[in-house]
Nanobody
Framework: QVQLVESGGGLVQTGGSLRLTCTASGRTFSSLGVGWYRQAPGKEREFVAG????????SYGDSVRGRFTVSRDDAVNTAYLQMNSLTPEDTAIYYC????????????????RGQGTQVTVSS
């Protein structure tokens, strides 16, 4: 069983940056694709970014492409989401989730899911 724990959320001003981390327990992290997702109040949860098990391939949602960067360090069982040029529209709870071989774009379909970390961007 793999447990995922997100951290790094907080309050930041418009234009600022945050780096989220997703730390996994267990020995199988390197075989997992990891995705980041977010849910704003009153909105559906959406896919933000994902990274393959090898780390060679990343994908991004349209609303964050060019501002966010997803990466991973298998030596410490951690995935990262670097968020730059933040706006109030980025305010949400951010979740990470993982699945063997490839993350799923639908958060609920992933094998393992974290509890989320709050990101608030003030105007």
């Amino acid at each position: 069983q793999v447990q995922l724990v997100e951290s790094g959320g907080g309050l930041v001003q418009t234009g600022g940056s945050l780096r989220l981390t997703c730390t996994a327990s267990g020995r199988t992290f390197s075989s997992l694709g990891v995705g980041w997702y977010r849910q704003a109040p009153g909105k559906e949860r959406e896919f933000v970014a994902g990274v393959t098990p090898s780390g060679n391939s990343q994908s991004y949602g349209d609303s964050v492409r060019g501002r966010f960067t997803v990466s991973r360090d298998d030596a410490v069982n951690t995935a990262y989401l670097q968020m730059n040029s933040l706006t109030p529209e980025d305010t949400a709870i951010y979740y990470c989730a993982a699945s063997r071989f490839s993350y799923k774009h639908d958060y609920a379909l992933n094998d393992y899911r974290g509890q989320g970390t709050q990101v608030t961007v003030s105007s």
